[in-house]
């Protein structure tokens, strides 16, 4: 089963690909306190739909290039201007 992440998207670099910042909460195993962790994932982007401020799904696929291993689903919120 492919994995799917929400985030949002913080660059668009080159031609059909997009960078997607994912954030998550981790517990510290001695103190207990919560914190934020943050990933940037570089995905597909077909269509060049996405753009920056976007929050978009995206789910794991074949590798497509030496660093995107992911793929733009949808968008699931437009960025307001």
Known sequence: ???KLKGSVVSKGA???IIVKV?????????????????RYPAHDEKN?????DVVEIVETRPISKTKHFKLET????HED
């Open 23 to 39: 954030e998550s909460r981790r517990s510290h195993k001695l103190y207990h306190k919560q914190y934020t962790v943050s990933k």
């Open 49 to 53: 739909e996405a753009t920056v401020g």
């Open 1 to 3: 089963m492919a994995r």
């Open 75 to 78: 968008v699931v919120k437009r």
């Open 15 to 17: 031609d059909k690909t």
